[in-house]
Nanobody, 126 residues
Framework: VQLQASGGGLVQPGGSLRLSCEAS????????MGWFRQAPGKEREFVTA????????VYADSVKGRFTISRDRAKKMMYLQMNSLKPEDTAVYYC????????????????????WGQGTLVTVSS
């Protein structure tokens, strides 16, 4: 395992949660990192991604304005701050990375990422 996601849990609607993703020391320096999620019974979908060289960031419309991606490159850590959580945000969240610096359209595609974390479950429920 080269990416390790953590921070999932149970949170009430309207609450906040921060996910973390740690890259192992053996992971090459990635230039595009992001998050995908998969809700029960649904296909995996794009959440957000960031191109590390210039900081260009894209978000899915469903999370725009509520979620924020950030990273600490020196520590090989990536974070997903999730605010104003909704029940429909319930899913297993996967951190992803790739050594290539992708164009914006490619950043939304699962096929653009060679490295995947094991996933962390986020449940939004009262």
């Amino acid at each position: 395992v080269q990416l390790q996601a953590s921070g999932g849990g149970l949170v009430q609607p309207g609450g906040s949660l921060r996910l973390s993703c740690e890259a192992s020391v053996r992971t090459p320096n990635v230039n595009t990192m992001g998050w995908f999620r998969q809700a029960p019974g649904k296909e995996r979908e794009f959440v957000t991604a960031q191109r590390l060289g210039d900081g260009k960031t894209v978000y899915a419309d469903s999370v725009k304005g509520r979620f924020t991606i950030s990273r600490d490159r020196a520590k090989k850590m990536m974070y997903l701050q999730m605010n104003s959580l909704k029940p429909e945000d319930t899913a297993v969240y996967y951190c992803v990375g790739d050594v290539r610096s992708h164009i914006l359209s490619s950043m939304r595609s699962q096929r653009s990422y060679d490295y995947w974390g094991q996933g962390t479950l986020v449940t939004v429920s009262s």
